[in-house]
């Protein structure tokens, strides 16, 4: 290879990874669907769109001051009506949501 292609290969070369790196990264910011409650993991964990609706007698431990926005899970912004959870691959969940899996966020 002649010093001019092997710049040229490498330019291209160096292009073409940075569109991959770019290309990930918008791929990253794109928002996953909302959970849906019929899903049957989501079911299969007691998930609800409103904690009010959690099943008590299943989950006797639940608390309707339970809900995703005080999730450590929850990566939604604060005040945010829903947010991706990390539990369930990053799906929206609604702020008011809950499942059995809920952690409450250490205090601040
Ligand atoms: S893990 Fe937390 S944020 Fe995710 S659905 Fe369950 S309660 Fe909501």
């Keep these: ?39 049957a993991y989501a079911k299969a964990m007691g998930f609800v769109v409103n904690t009010a609706d959690a099943d008590s007698a299943k989950f006797p431990n639940h608390t309707t001051d339970q809900a995703c926005s005080k999730c450590q899970l929850f990566q939604g912004a604060d005040g945010a009506e829903k947010g ?16 059995r899996n809920f952690k409450p966020k250490a205090a601040a």
């Design 1 to 39: 290879m002649n010093p001019i292609d092997r710049r040229k290969f490498l330019m291209q070369a160096a292009a073409g990874a940075s569109a991959l790196t770019l290309a990930r990264f918008v791929g990253a910011e794109e928002a996953k669907p909302d959970l849906d409650p019929n899903d």
């Design 84 to 99: 991706p959870c990390s539990f369930f691959g990053g799906r929206q969940v609604p702020a008011t949501g809950w499942c």
